[in-house]
């Protein structure tokens, strides 16, 4: 959500159009029993396209034009190519913050995204909570 409220921000002053993008990376694979399985792709473009829409605050009324777009593919280079299409000025992308294992395996869409963007990429890191606040500082304390 820190990623969505920047971008509006940014939108807000350069009164540029402002594309939300949700990427469905679609699971493949064959079931011994029916063969090949087939996602329900209209519903999940449908629950993608209302989370979207839950995005933009409600008491919105800037001068900016919003667009919700659900692509298909491989996040990053979606959302690389999709920049590229509508000549895209910045691309703005929240990060999970995964480590070790975690992210060797699920990979990092920031990271690929800005070594495929044709443009400059902003990279927003989710606000910590207080209770991550006291973890971290348990852990250091244990040290």
């Known amino acids: 959500m820190v ?3 920047t971008a509006l921000s940014l939108a ?3 009164r540029a159009p402002l594309y939300l993008l949700h990427v469905l990376e679609l699971p493949t694979g064959v079931d011994p029993m029916i063969g090949v399985v087939q996602p ?3 519903e999940w473009r449908e629950d ?3 989370k979207l829409e839950a995005l933009v605050p409600e ?3 800037a001068d900016v034009r919003i667009e919700k777009e659900v692509l298909i593919g491989g996040p990053a280079i ?3 190519d999709f920049a590229r299409q509508v000549n895209a000025d910045m ?3 929240g990060t999970h913050g995964r480590r070790g294992l975690q992210r060797l395996l699920m990979g990092s869409t920031a990271e ?3 070594r495929e963007a044709p443009i400059q990429v902003l990279v927003v890191k989710q606000r910590v909570t207080t209770e991550e606040l006291s973890e971290k500082a348990s852990a250091v304390g244990a040290l």
């Open 40 to 42: 329900p792709l209209p």
């Open 48 to 50: 993608s396209k209302r």
């Open 112 to 114: 690929t995204l800005l």
């Open 3 to 5: 990623a969505v409220e």
């Open 12 to 14: 807000m002053e350069s």
């Open 78 to 80: 979606s959302i690389a």
């Open 59 to 61: 008491n919105w009324e």
């Open 91 to 93: 691309v703005v992308v």
